[in-house]
């Protein structure tokens, strides 16, 4: 068994982990390990669905130091006129070539791969090589980063939360592709954006909307993506955070804040015969709206219990489906609602959302907060974790979380300098386009609704917990 020190082991390659390690080299000198059980960096982009592509801007994700895509805008498609969304293929050649050509070369990154990580004490660490079986003691001298906190749960890496008889076809949306013949119809099981895209795909594929059955135990609110543009779209994006202020100021509860940013554009909803009560800050376009609103055999019996040859049983009924339909089971959550816990404690860092909505952004946020020569408590208090609890009733606390905490960074001119000019900000450019009309009258607003909003919303506890709700 051999040993080997390093100042952070980062469990986990995916995008948070990647995100993390690129901006501690930017803001300290420190070493660090990077360990996963995957082959390639990556993470879940590795098992997901082959259709699937970003939900935001791809000038925006990933590392900090290195662009994903060309910032190039769209010109057809249901993405027209926004910034472009990258596949899945494409996010996974990224971060192999970030490792290969930013990380490792630094000096100061390892990299671990096919290899399970285990505790074996305080500051001690054990990786245990998945092919030949060797272990590695790691001496942690600073930190262990749980990069995995956050890991979203998709359909292929998990079975269904019901029964299913051996004689019904259930698939993930990753077999959809491989399907031989066509079925009798199909049942797209899930309300969320994997659902989305997968009745999306569907349809862009000439399936006749009456031949696909949607099962939404409820609906949920999705961000217009029009409205979360960068660069020589920026004034969206602080549109986007002004029209939120001023809905936040004047909203006496979650369900009144959602209707309000619907009124101002910028919520989305499915059915506008049905309220929605979920949130999981998904971004849609309205093209794509247009298209899922074209199917009309919605069913709302609640969640699915069983599936068998003569259809489905749900909590509240059955529902009959013919012979050879094919089931697609797009319930995971996506973006899992977590445990709150403080994100710096004594040793370690437990990755989890400071932003809304932008996992890297979030990332490379709290290398910058770990790099200050503060205390793990001064640190938490500048990084309140934001929770998606999944309820639209949570949309006040949810917001006072995301604003709080970003005020108070704005307050350390270290931190905000590196905030505003970092890729990975969903308003980036705005420095450069400040004094463009159209940015400089959303700025002024955003100024004036942010102060009211702040002082309205109630004031989050430090450690981000006692004040946000739970979800079973």
């Known amino acids: 068994m051999s040993r080997v020190e390093t100042d952070y082991l980062v469990v986990g390659a995916g995008a948070t982990g990647m995100a993390f390690v690129d901006s501690l080299l930017k803001h300290t000198d420190a070493e660090t390990i990077i360990v996963d059980r995957r082959d390639l960096p990556g993470g879940h982009w590795h098992n997901a669905y082959p ?3 970003l939900h935001q801007a791809a000038s925006c994700y990933g590392v900090s ?14 993405n027209e006129g926004m910034y472009e969304l990258s596949s899945a293929a494409e996010i996974c050649h990224y971060f192999a070539d970030v490792m290969e050509r930013v990380l490792l070369p630094s000096g100061r990154v390892r990299f671990f791969n096919m290899t399970e ?11 245990v090589s998945l092919l030949t079986g060797k272990e590695t003691t790691v001496h942690v001298r600073r930190r262990l980063v749980d990069a995995t906190y956050m890991e979203p749960d998709i359909p292929s890496r998990r079975p269904p939360a019901y029964e299913v008889d051996s004689d019904v076809t259930l698939i993930s ?9 066509a079925p009798a119809g199909f049942t797209v099981i899930g309300a969320g954006k994997t659902a989305m895209d997968a009745c999306t795909w569907l349809l862009e594929r000439g399936v006749d909307p009456g031949s696909i059955s949607w099962v939404r135990s409820r609906d949920g609110w999705f961000i217009d993506r029009s409205w979360t543009q960068p660069l020589d779209l920026v004034h969206t994006r602080v549109r986007y955070q002004s029209a939120w202020a001023e809905a936040a100021a004047n909203a006496s509860s979650g369900r009144e804040l ?17 309220e929605p009560s979920a ?4 971004t849609i376009s309205k093209s794509e709206l247009l298209g899922l609103a074209s199917i009309e055999r919605v069913s709302r019996a609640g969640r699915v219990q069983r599936i068998h040859s003569a259809g489905l049983d749900f909590t509240e009924g059955h529902e009959s489906r013919p012979h050879g339909e094919i089931y697609v089971d797009c319930t995971a959550t996506g973006l899992r609602t977590i445990e709150r816990r403080p994100i710096f404690e004594a040793d370690r860092l437990t990755m989890q959302y400071v932003t809304p909505g932008y996992a890297c952004w979030s990332a490379g946020i709290l290398a910058a907060v770990e790099a200050l020569d503060e205390d793990d408590e001064a640190k938490n208090h500048l990084s309140l974790p934001v929770v998606y609890t999944g309820r639209v009733d949570d949309l006040l606390t949810f917001t006072s979380a995301f604003m709080h905490s970003s005020e108070r960074r704005r307050s350390r001119p270290g931190l905000a300098g590196w905030s505003a000019d970092t890729r990975l900000n969903p ?5 450069d386009r400040a004094h463009l009309p159209a940015v400089s009258s959303e700025l002024a607003r955003l100024e004036h609704w942010q102060a009211l909003a ?5 004031q989050p506890h430090d450690s981000g917990m006692a004040s946000l709700g739970t979800e079973s």
């Open 454 to 458: 702040l002082s309205t919303l109630e």
């Open 258 to 274: 959602a209707r309000d940013l619907e009124d101002a554009g910028l919520f989305l909803r499915l059915d506008e015969r049905t």
């Open 51 to 53: 259709f699937v592509r």
């Open 65 to 78: 130091s290195t662009d994903l895509g060309a910032n190039r805008i769209d010109t057809f498609g249901h």
């Open 427 to 431: 308003a980036r450019g705005l420095r």
């Open 279 to 282: 949130f999981r800050g998904a």
């Open 173 to 181: 949306p990753n077999d959809l592709v491989d399907l031989a013949s």
């Open 117 to 127: 990580f285990r505790e074996a004490g305080p500051g001690d660490y054990r990786l």
